[in-house]
């Protein structure tokens, strides 16, 4: 959806989360580049949802079937348990109704890949003390004035959120500048956090 | 005049529906014999995998692409998509446009003869529909010796036919682009279509249909004509292209001879329209239009999508009030729940519903990468 961003997480590490054959939904699905990885390396069935024009021209030319849409509206067209994963890569921080959106994508995927940069980092937290201002740095390059960003939350929040949603979490990827550290220091560290949550389809299977 | 090294095109007739093998039509009459009128762009290749049939709408004909003599001084209607290195690349592709059943531009209507009276059908003619017109339509495409279309595509009442022929043959269409269109016509659209059939039916030169060899309800026609141009358009295109402005005036004049630009324009439309258009095949395709309900005819749009196993791309646009994305969405959402391959994309763009004439620049590749997938897919599991 967002592309100014200097980095993205991984796209290897969210490939290896899914099993071969698998059907995926991507959510703010932007040029395509993640569902044609899943296409090509795991033999996935893809399909992305954007908003921008633009976004759905690159799919396309991937060969990347599209649905051109805003997530704020919901997912109320998808089946509950219809996609095996439903993933949210660097959008959860631009949509209006974030907890409506992961209750959906629990519901529609029988497992769910979400994806953010943790606010709380070491780097973030110093420029808020030390200067007092917004922190804008490479993994946020926006001014507060002018950010596409609505919703930031730090890793902590968004484990207590899931708590609070009673939504189980399966396995958490840590990543610093692209590359894995510790769950245990991640609140502080990482720069980018992967939550694997488990659908909430009475028959998912247990991954 | 055609630009130099312009394509230079011919069209041809196909003949069926002899004695023995008349067309039958969803209305349960028969009809025969039946000539639809064609052109082709390109090259059929080697496996016969690359054929794709363009829909036209309402008031379109088989003349798609190119010129029919250098003397020409229009190409055909969709000419901006059609040609070597154009979406609908004929340097790839053998591309297919007819004129429908019921039309009025060389394939058979309610203007040709009835072989068994020697004299115009009239309203003699059989009240066809989307079905009957794919139906000739697959005859045509069997008589050129295709088995499965790469492609059928088409914008507003092609773009139904477009649906129609992946519903009703699933294993003969591997994509379907279909543009500012929709499942079902919804009681506005009849509306502005009963006003035109309206218009036509009270000029008293129509004559119950039977004005063929006399003089023609021209007046009725035109004015139908420009109530279907105004839903062609928007408030924002038309407010843009004529404003307020008097023709041939700077003031009011007080009286009734002034005429706003808009409507010399609309005056100007209806009065060409009616040399190349036939009042009878509007009231029939108008409401074969009208009839168009796919959820209607299947028992719901997914019962009607189950079995389809096109690839398809729908594209609506955001000021076509005529025919508005919510229907599009209505029907790519169907398909997803049948979970059918569907692309969706609503584009931006102020011209209305004409915008998929119009509009060339941002559909063009998108168009024509979905082609090329489908394209490549076809050749992989051949």
């Given at each position: 959806?967002?592309?100014?961003?200097?980095?993205?997480?991984?796209?290897?590490?969210?490939?290896?989360l899914i099993?071969?054959?698998?059907?995926v939904?991507?959510?703010?699905?932007?040029?395509g580049?993640?569902?044609?990885?899943l296409?090509?390396?795991?033999?996935?069935t893809?399909?992305?949802?954007?908003?921008?024009?633009?976004?759905?021209?690159?799919?396309?030319?991937?060969?990347?079937?599209?649905?051109q849409g805003?997530?704020?509206?919901?997912?109320k067209e998808?089946?509950?348990?219809?996609?095996?994963?439903v993933?949210?890569?660097?959008?959860?921080?631009?949509v209006?109704?974030p907890?409506?959106?992961?209750?959906?994508?629990v519901?529609?995927?029988?497992?769910?890949?979400?994806?953010?940069?943790?606010?709380?980092?070491?780097?973030?937290?110093?420029?808020?003390?030390?200067?007092?201002?917004?922190?804008?740095?490479r993994?946020?390059?926006y001014?507060?004035?002018?950010?596409?960003?609505i919703?930031?939350?730090?890793?902590?929040?968004?484990?207590?959120?899931?708590?609070?949603?009673?939504?189980?979490?399966?396995?958490?990827?840590?990543?610093?500048?692209?590359?894995?550290?510790?769950?245990?220091?991640?609140n502080?560290?990482?720069?980018?956090?992967?939550f694997?949550?488990?659908?909430?389809?009475?028959?998912?299977?247990?991954? | 005049?055609?630009?130099?090294n312009?394509?230079?095109?011919?069209?041809?007739?196909?003949v069926f529906?002899?004695e023995?093998?008349?067309l039958?039509?969803?209305?349960?009459?028969?009809?025969?014999?039946?000539?639809?009128?064609?052109?082709?762009?390109g090259?059929l290749?080697?496996?016969?995998q690359?054929?794709?049939?363009?829909?036209?709408?309402?008031?379109g004909?088989?003349?798609?692409?190119?010129?029919?003599?250098?003397?020409?001084?229009?190409?055909?209607?969709?000419?901006?998509?059609i040609?070597?290195?154009?979406?609908?690349?004929?340097?790839?592709y053998?591309?297919i446009?007819?004129?429908?059943?019921?039309?009025?531009?060389?394939?058979?209507?309610?203007g040709?003869t009835?072989?068994?009276?020697?004299?115009?059908y009239?309203?003699?003619?059989?009240?066809?529909?989307?079905?009957?017109?794919?139906?000739?339509?697959?005859?045509l495409?069997?008589?050129?010796?295709?088995?499965?279309?790469?492609?059928?595509a088409g914008?507003s009442?092609g773009?139904?036919q477009?649906?129609?022929?992946?519903?009703?043959?699933?294993?003969?269409?591997?994509?379907?682009?279909?543009?500012?269109?929709?499942a079902?016509?919804?009681?506005?659209?009849?509306?502005?279509?009963?006003?035109?059939?309206?218009?036509?039916?009270?000029?008293?030169?129509?004559?119950?249909?039977?004005?063929?060899?006399?003089?023609?309800?021209?007046?009725?026609?035109?004015?139908?004509?420009?109530?279907?141009?105004?839903?062609?358009?928007?408030?924002?295109?038309?407010?843009?292209?004529f404003?307020?402005?008097?023709?041939?005036?700077a003031?009011?004049?007080f009286?009734?001879?002034?005429q706003?630009e808009?409507?010399s324009?609309?005056?100007?439309k209806?009065?060409?329209?009616?040399?190349r258009?036939?009042?009878?095949t509007?009231?029939?395709?108008?409401k074969?239009?009208?009839?168009f309900?796919?959820?209607?005819?299947?028992?719901g749009?997914?019962?009607?999508?189950?079995?389809?196993?096109?690839?398809?791309l729908?594209?609506?646009?955001?000021?076509?009030?005529?025919?508005p994305?919510?229907?599009?969405?209505?029907?790519?959402?169907?398909?997803?729940?049948q979970?059918?391959?569907?692309?969706?994309?609503e584009?931006?763009?102020?011209?209305?519903?004409?915008?998929?004439?119009?509009?060339?620049?941002?559909?063009?590749?998108?168009?024509?990468?979905f082609?090329?997938?489908?394209?490549?897919d076809?050749?992989?599991?051949?």
């Amino acid at each position: 959806m967002f592309n100014r961003r200097a980095e993205h997480f991984s796209y290897e590490e969210i490939a290896r989360l899914i099993e071969p054959g698998s059907s995926v939904l991507d959510l703010g699905c932007g040029n395509g580049e993640l569902l044609q990885l899943l296409r090509d390396t795991r033999n996935a069935t893809v399909r992305g949802v954007d908003i921008e024009e633009s976004m759905i021209r690159e799919c396309l030319k991937k060969g990347i079937s599209v649905f051109q849409g805003n997530l704020d509206e919901g997912l109320k067209e998808y089946g509950s348990g219809s996609y095996d994963y439903v993933i949210m890569n660097e959008t959860l921080q631009v949509v209006h109704q974030p907890v409506q959106l992961i209750r959906e994508m629990v519901r529609v995927g029988r497992t769910a890949i979400v994806n953010f940069p943790n606010f709380g980092n070491l780097v973030n937290r110093m420029q808020l003390l030390v200067w007092g201002r917004m922190p804008v740095n490479r993994d946020i390059p926006y001014q507060w004035y002018d950010t596409p960003n609505i919703h930031f939350c730090t890793r902590r929040d968004f484990v207590q959120l899931c708590r609070e949603m009673a939504i189980p979490i399966i396995s958490t990827i840590d990543m610093r500048h692209n590359r894995r550290i510790s769950p245990k220091t991640a609140n502080l560290l990482a720069t980018e956090c992967c939550f694997l949550l488990k659908g909430s389809t009475p028959d998912a299977p247990i991954v | 005049m055609a630009p130099p090294n312009a394509l230079i095109v011919t069209p041809r007739d196909y003949v069926f529906g002899t004695e023995s093998d008349l067309l039958v039509l969803e209305c349960g009459r028969t009809l025969g014999p039946v000539t639809i009128r064609y052109e082709t762009y390109g090259n059929l290749d080697e496996h016969r995998q690359n054929a794709i049939l363009l829909l036209h709408a309402f008031s379109g004909d088989a003349h798609a692409a190119g010129y029919h003599s250098p003397d020409d001084a229009h190409p055909g209607w969709w000419d901006s998509m059609i040609g070597p290195g154009k979406a609908f690349d004929t340097d790839q592709y053998y591309v297919i446009c007819s004129n429908v059943l019921g039309g009025c531009r060389g394939s058979t209507g309610p203007g040709s003869t009835n072989p068994d009276t020697g004299r115009p059908y009239g309203l003699t003619f059989p009240v066809v529909t989307m079905q009957d017109m794919v139906t000739a339509q697959q005859r045509l495409i069997s008589h050129l010796g295709i088995d499965r279309l790469l492609a059928v595509a088409g914008g507003s009442m092609g773009g139904m036919q477009a649906i129609q022929w992946s519903v009703s043959y699933p294993n003969n269409v591997a994509g379907a682009i279909v543009l500012a269109s929709t499942a079902r016509l919804n009681a506005q659209g009849i509306a502005f279509n009963a006003v035109g059939r309206n218009a036509i039916m009270s000029d008293p030169l129509w004559n119950g249909g039977d004005y063929y060899g006399g003089n023609t309800p021209d007046r009725g026609l035109s004015i139908a004509r420009m109530v279907g141009h105004i839903t062609y358009l928007s408030d924002r295109a038309m407010h843009e292209r004529f404003g307020r402005r008097l023709q041939e005036r700077a003031g009011f004049g007080f009286d009734f001879n002034d005429q706003f630009e808009v409507e010399s324009y609309l005056e100007y439309k209806g009065g060409t329209f009616v040399d190349r258009f036939d009042a009878n095949t509007y009231i029939y395709l108008s409401k074969a239009i009208d009839y168009f309900d796919l959820g209607g005819k299947y028992g719901g749009l997914d019962a009607a999508f189950t079995d389809c196993r096109s690839k398809f791309l729908v594209v609506s646009f955001t000021s076509d009030w005529l025919y508005p994305s919510y229907q599009s969405k209505e029907m790519v959402v169907a398909l997803m729940r049948q979970e059918k391959d569907v692309s969706y994309v609503e584009i931006d763009c102020p011209f209305g519903h004409d915008s998929f004439l119009l509009e060339t620049d941002r559909q063009g590749p998108m168009i024509s990468s979905f082609l090329e997938t489908v394209y490549t897919d076809v050749q992989s599991t051949r």
